[in-house]
């Protein structure tokens, strides 16, 4: 059998049924059944305990109003920890490799983020666009760059954390293989 380093990349199949579909459905096993009590047992007291270390982590930096965003943001976070964490599993597919999935979450948190920006502060968003003390012939030039610059901010990021995920997993792969070839 014949494979090449960008075969781990592809999404296993067993009987034509993608695996990661099961492996992205697997962690509501792991939701407790809905009960009148908050705390039925330790798993459900471990998973409250996770969740609020993941959310006190997250909203400490933040100013008060800024906690309206722990929902989202600590269910996003929770989102990834488990899919990433899944990934590890044998005969599954970390999800985040691919540039699709990466893109889909940047670009509407950076527009969200985005656009609270110019509605809450627009003048400090648009100040952004034009350094202090800029010569005054090179103001439209600098305010296209800039604008350019913020437009193309998710893609850069997305493809940048992409890259780095699949050279990790490349590395790894590569490492495993000459491993075992040395063995």
Request: net charge positive; charged share 5%; aromatic share 8%.
């Given at each position: 059998m014949n494979l090449s ?6 999404s296993?199949?067993?009987l ?11 962690p509501a096993l792991?939701?407790p059944?809905?009960?009148?009590r908050w ?14 270390l993941i959310t006190?982590?997250l909203m400490t930096?933040?100013?008060k ?7 989202i943001?600590?269910?996003?976070m929770m ?5 990433n964490?899944l ?5 599954t597919?970390?999800p985040t490799t ?9 670009f ?9 920006g110019l ?12 350094p202090?003390?800029t ?7 600098l305010i296209?760059i800039e604008?350019?610059?913020l437009?193309?901010r ?5 493809v ?7 050279a990790?997993?490349?590395?790894i792969?590569?490492?495993?293989t000459a491993t075992?070839?040395?063995?």
């Amino acid at each position: 059998m014949n494979l090449s380093f960008f075969d781990q990349f592809t999404s296993p199949c067993l009987l034509g049924i993608p695996l990661i579909l099961l492996s992205m459905l697997f962690p509501a096993l792991l939701l407790p059944a809905p009960d009148n009590r908050w705390i039925t047992n330790r798993l459900s007291t471990l998973q409250l305990w996770f969740s609020h270390l993941i959310t006190k982590q997250l909203m400490t930096p933040l100013n008060k109003g800024g906690h309206k965003w722990a929902l989202i943001l600590t269910s996003l976070m929770m989102f990834l920890l488990m899919i990433n964490l899944l990934g590890l599993l044998p005969y599954t597919f970390t999800p985040t490799t691919q540039l699709s999935m990466n893109m889909a979450l940047a670009f509407p948190l950076w527009l969200a983020t985005l656009l609270t920006g110019l509605r809450n502060q627009p003048s400090i968003s648009l100040g952004h666009l034009l350094p202090e003390g800029t010569p005054t012939p090179l103001i439209p030039a600098l305010i296209l760059i800039e604008t350019t610059s913020l437009l193309i901010r998710p893609l850069a990021l997305g493809v940048r954390l992409t890259a780095n995920l699949t050279a990790g997993h490349l590395l790894i792969q590569l490492i495993s293989t000459a491993t075992t070839a040395l063995l």
